[in-house]
């Protein structure tokens, strides 16, 4: 399909004559580079998002540590007071007493 005069129009001596016009007065003109500064607020707000959809799509129940977990408690040597106690102190820790 060729574009041609419509109205009497020629579209593209248009877009040409255009150009031409604003090119030569944006030569004239010096314009200082565009810059972005991000405050500490948003960049806050945006790591506590990326968490938010990293915790949205982790699966609650992590299915491979549960059968491991599973299979050590069958055996009746894997629980003695050592492990016991280890898991103790390591509940423990996790609220901080």
């Given at each position: 399909?060729?574009?041609?005069?419509?109205?009497?129009?020629?579209?593209?001596?248009?877009?040409q004559?255009?150009?031409?016009?604003?090119?030569?007065?944006q030569?004239?003109?010096?314009?200082?580079?565009?810059?972005?500064?991000?405050?500490?607020e948003?960049?806050?707000?945006?790591r506590?998002?990326?968490l938010?959809?990293?915790?949205?799509?982790t699966?609650?129940?992590?299915?491979?540590?549960?059968?491991?977990v599973?299979?050590?408690?069958?055996?009746p040597?894997?629980?003695?007071s050592?492990?016991?106690?280890?898991?103790?102190?390591?509940?423990?820790?996790?609220?901080?007493?």
């Amino acid at each position: 399909m060729m574009v041609q005069n419509i109205n009497g129009i020629n579209p593209i001596n248009n877009v040409q004559n255009t150009r031409r016009a604003n090119g030569s007065a944006q030569v004239a003109s010096t314009s200082a580079p565009d810059s972005i500064s991000v405050s500490d607020e948003a960049k806050e707000a945006a790591r506590a998002y990326f968490l938010s959809q990293v915790a949205e799509e982790t699966p609650d129940v992590r299915a491979d540590l549960v059968a491991s977990v599973k299979e050590k408690i069958k055996d009746p040597n894997y629980l003695n007071s050592a492990v016991i106690g280890s898991t103790a102190d390591r509940i423990l820790d996790s609220f901080g007493f």
